[in-house]
C-alpha cells in the first residue's frame, strides 16, 4: 500500500528502512531518498516506523526471556 503520494514510498518500504536503522519517519524517508514534501503522510509513516521497532524489542524480549 501506498503511504506517501508525494514519493510514492510504500509501507514494506518504509519498514524495510526502519528495520535498517531508521528510527523516525523522517529518517525512513531520507534513507530510501527524499525527506517529506507535504507531511500529510507523517503520522501514518510513523506508526509503521514505531511498529517495526516495537516487534523487534517483542523478540529480543521474547530471546533474553528463553535464554533465561
Ligand atoms: S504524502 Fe508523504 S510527504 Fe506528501
Known amino acids: 500500500m501506498f503511504v506517501c503520494s508525494c514519493n510514492a514510498y510504500r509501507d514494506s ?3 524495510d528502512a526502519a528495520r535498517k536503522g531508521a528510527r523516525t519517519a523522517c529518517e525512513a524517508y531520507e534513507a530510501l531518498g ?3 514534501n507535504c507531511g500529510s503522510c507523517l503520522d501514518t509513516a510513523t506508526e509503521i516506523v514505531e511498529q517495526v ?3 523487534r ?3 529480543h524480549s521474547a530471546f533474553s526471556n528463553a535464554a533465561d
Open 57 to 59: 524489542a517483542a523478540s
Open 34 to 36: 527524499n525527506g517529506p
Open 53 to 55: 521497532h516495537a516487534n
Open 13 to 15: 518500504q518504509i519498514a
